[in-house]
């Protein structure tokens, strides 16, 4: 979803170039869309917990792979993101 993102100009910052290394490509899915994606890995959970505006449908976009079944979805970004990068 970060490549995505990048390709089509949207502003998301991915400071770690998608290494699964930080929390500023994070992405809050609705609940629909969130219950159809892979389940997270603990290491992305790690990252997560250091994210702003985390919630139960929160995911690492450098971590969500694109597919047709996603096309129209709203995926709501939040207002700040935190690097410790």
Known sequence: ????????????EGACGGEMACSTCHMIFDEAT??????KEEEEEDMLDLALE?????????????TEAMEGITI???SETSSQM
């Open 76 to 78: 709501r970004l939040p």
């Open 34 to 39: 969130f219950e159809t994606l892979p389940e």
């Open 54 to 66: 985390l919630t139960d449908t929160s995911r690492l976009g450098c971590q969500v792979i694109v």
């Open 1 to 12: 979803m970060l490549a995505v993102c990048h390709d089509h100009d949207i502003e998301v």
